[in-house]
């Protein structure tokens, strides 16, 4: 939102959120209904477009994404926080607006005349009047927005994005955009007098600009230099993404459209603009200090990446009733990503403080983790994803999720006794993930029952409250046994074999079934120790997240959420990694075998970097 907002600064459609694209629905029944009745293909050709720009818009915005996470060539070393990722959700909306009027303009100026198919001196004309008329007005009308009364209730949205994505380029208020396609739509307006307008004119044309667009705000340097030495004008006739991006960091110079000669007859061309240029293409790729591995989880976890939707990745994974309409195009991706990719790759970005932390996505889904079939070829791309990281010299290594499953590798133990003499540390996160399960539960609490599968977190859970003093209540056998292997002396008194659900604490994990929680006691809190939420299907219950820390303020480029976790919120297991890599600690925290008495460790580091737990306990005393 502009410093002061102008009159039409919002979309007349805003209301409806994410429900907008409702708008269009009676176009597309009279497309479809014109077609199919007269044949009028024009129509349909109309909203052809409109998908045509949302899909290379959307390219764009992925292939900057990853292209600015690995560091090569990039332009503006610095964060994209939340508040630009809610700012910027509204990018399609110059989209539906510009649909809407070419529909009208179909419907009621062509009518049923059709046009041309393709006509070269209309598009020579169209070339002629953009380079002319269109970015001379655009050039004085742009520094006419940077006066500071229509700055401040306009065209500051669009500045409030120092770093820029391709999206922002379309980020501007209603009114802005009026102006913007009333100065962009005349080459086509004179071609249409002209009667030497044509379809294909018109495609080009659009795309052009929405290719320059996205070009000029994708924040690492495309265009080689080959280009320039081959033609040397094409200075002035194509700007490059360092040249606009100076506009977004400097702001009072390189105010040109997408042809720079303007800037430069009259002395706006910023003097950084050529060393910034080489600057940036000499950029190398970043080594980061540490890798966080990860995975897909659901179907719909796709639209949480990063890469995709960053409305939909900035709050927590949920399903949302229109990710069914796109289920063909889901299972489409899906098949894409687990089949045509075989190897890791680097989806985020973050810093904290000094630390350089990448994300990297392995392209499988949980459900791939419960096949034995899948069982080789996962852990061979964990191994490949770990040498890679070694020869690159990085730190260490954080499985996330599933990939430190104890049957798929033993928590990373495999790797280590595979290569013994690996200097990259393999944590799983374990301690830390234990310690926020312990430090959970408000001190007093005299019992507590354990459910669910028994892992590494939930042993170092039971044997800490042990120790404690806390008498630890299990409902199976097998259980029981599994968690009596790890404990010795006076602990055994309080692993408890029960039958017994009163205990209002319940330290869950997966494996719970629904008629296990429909036992117990109105007002039970269920604290999971498992990587997966439960189901939550008491109304009458507490549900709390799974294991995890607030990310302190010094942590940068924070703009996603991690699958369930709400913003600015990490899984213990990932920030377990964080820490270690910040403390330096030169030992592996993997496998099994790994002894946790020393786990508060990983804690007091954890609060000492500004880390900080969920608060529970007023809840948790309050409802007991």
């Known amino acids: 939102m502009a410093s002061r907002p102008g009159l039409l600064t919002d979309w007349p459609w805003t209301p409806l959120g994410s429900f907008k694209y409702l708008v269009l629905a009676p176009l597309v029944i009279d497309s479809i209904y014109s077609y199919a009745t007269t044949r009028d293909h024009e129509k349909i050709l109309v909203m052809a477009l409109m998908v045509w720009r949302i899909v290379h818009s959307q390219v764009w915005i992925s292939f900057s ?33 510009n649909t809407l009027i ?25 070339a002629l009047l953009h380079a002319g008329p269109a970015e001379f007005i655009y050039y004085w009308f742009h520094r006419a927005l940077h006066h500071h009364f ?16 391709p999206i922002t380029s379309v980020v501007h208020p209603f009114a802005e955009h009026i102006a913007y396609s009333l100065i962009l739509v005349m080459p086509l307006v004179t071609t249409f007098l002209c009667c030497t307008v044509s379809i294909v004119s018109i495609a080009l044309y659009i795309t052009y600009i929405d290719f320059m667009n996205n070009l000029g705000h994708c924040n690492f340097e495309l265009i080689p230099r080959f280009f320039f030495s081959i033609f040397p004008p094409l200075k002035f006739l194509c700007y490059t993404p360092s ?18 000669m303007y800037d430069y007859i009259y002395g706006t061309n910023d003097k950084c603009s050529d060393s ?15 890798i966080y591995l990860t995975h897909l989880t659901s179907l719909d976890s796709i639209y949480h990446l990063r890469l995709g939707f960053a409305s939909l990745s900035s709050h927590p994974l949920s399903s949302r009733c229109y990710l069914l309409l796109m289920r063909p195009f889901t299972l489409m991706l899906s098949f894409i990503l687990t089949f045509l990719s ?37 852990n061979k791309m964990i191994e490949t994803a770990i040498l890679e990281a070694e020869k690159k010299g990085m730190r260490v290594m954080s499985l996330g999720i599933l990939n430190q499953g104890e049957e798929l590798n033993g928590y990373g133990e495999l790797y280590v006794r595979k290569h013994p003499k690996l200097k990259i540390r393999i944590v799983d996160g374990s301690s830390l993930a234990a310690q926020v399960v312990i430090h959970s539960i408000p001190v ?53 074999l029960t039958t017994n659900y009163s205990p209002m604490i319940w330290l869950v994990g997966d494996g719970l079934s629904n008629e296990e929680q429909k036992m117990a006691e109105q007002g039970t809190h269920f604290l999971p120790f498992s990587q997966f939420p439960p189901t939550e299907l008491r109304k009458d219950c507490f549900y709390h997240t799974t294991p995890a820390m607030i990310i302190p303020d010094s942590a940068q480029n924070i703009d996603s959420c991690e699958n369930w976790l709400g913003r600015r919120v990490m899984s213990a297991w990932r920030v377990g990694g964080i820490v270690h890599a910040l403390e330096g600690w030169e030992e592996h925290e993997c496998g099994l075998d790994v002894p946790m008495v020393n786990s508060h460790r990983a804690w007091e580091a954890a609060l000492r970097h500004g880390f900080q737990p969920l608060v529970y306990f007023s809840e948790i005393k309050k409802s007991l």
């Open 342 to 378: 075989f190897r890791s790759f680097v989806f985020e970005r973050n810093r904290f403080r000094d630390l350089t932390l990448h994300s990297h996505l392995l392209p499988k889904f949980s459900s791939h983790y419960k096949s034995q079939k899948q069982k080789e070829s996962i």
């Open 276 to 290: 910034l240029y080489e600057a940036s293409l000499e950029q190398e790729e970043e080594k980061p200090d540490a």
């Open 102 to 126: 070419a529909y009208l303009v179909k419907v009621y100026l062509i009518g049923t005349d059709t046009l041309p198919f393709w006509r070269l001196d209309g598009l020579v004309l169209v």
């Open 444 to 496: 007093g609490i005299k019992e507590v029952l354990v459910r669910g599968q028994i892992t590494k977190v939930a042993r170092a859970i039971v044997r800490s409250l042990c120790q404690n003093g806390i008498k630890v209540m299990v409902l199976r056998e097998e259980e029981h046994c599994m968690l009596a292997e790890f404990l010795a002396g006076h602990c055994m008194e309080n692993l408890i």
């Open 243 to 260: 040249f606009h991006s100076l506009h977004h960091t400097q702001f009072r110079t390189n105010y040109s459209l997408f042809m720079p």
């Open 150 to 165: 229509l700055y401040s209730r306009y065209h500051s949205h669009h500045h409030s994005s120092i770093v820029t994505e």
């Open 65 to 97: 994404r990853y292209r600015t996470a690995k560091g090569t060539k990039r332009i503006v070393n610095k964060s994209i926080e939340f508040d630009q990722v809610d700012r910027e959700r509204t990018w399609d909306d110059q989209i539906i607006f």
